[in-house]
Nanobody
Framework: QVQLVESGGGLVQPGGSLRLSCAASGGILSIYTMGWYRQAPGKQRELVATIRSGGSTNYADSVKGRFTISRDNAKNMVYLQMNSLKPEDTAVYYC????????WGQGTQVTVSS
């Protein structure tokens, strides 16, 4: 059974940076596409970024140029570097393994506020 555990969230001022981490266990994760999603209060969960097994990436328009997704297959880790954070980036951020069956982490809160 795949388990995903996010970390790295917190409170940051507008313009600041955070790096989220997702630790994965329970499978050969290097063959799967991994993603970061977020859900703000009162809104639907939305895609932030994905990264394929070969390293190609995809970003939501709202985060292009500010966020970077990366992975370390040897460590079964996925990261989301978030720069130039805005109040509208405030949300719970979730890690997702995208496969025949999808797996989600429990989420980590990111709050951007002065």
């Amino acid at each position: 059974q795949v388990q995903l555990v996010e970390s790295g969230g917190g409170l940051v001022q507008p313009g600041g940076s955070l790096r989220l981490s997702c630790a994965a266990s329970g499978g050969i994760l290097s063959i799967y596409t991994m993603g970061w999603y977020r859900q703000a209060p009162g809104k639907q969960r939305e895609l932030v970024a994905t990264i394929r097994s070969g390293g190609s990436t995809n970003y939501a328009d709202s985060v292009k140029g500010r966020f970077t997704i990366s992975r370390d297959n040897a460590k079964n880790m996925v990261y989301l570097q978030m720069n130039s954070l805005k109040p509208e980036d405030t949300a719970v951020y979730y890690c997702k393994l995208i496969g025949i069956k999808d797996f989600w982490g429990q989420g980590t809160q990111v709050t951007v506020s002065s």
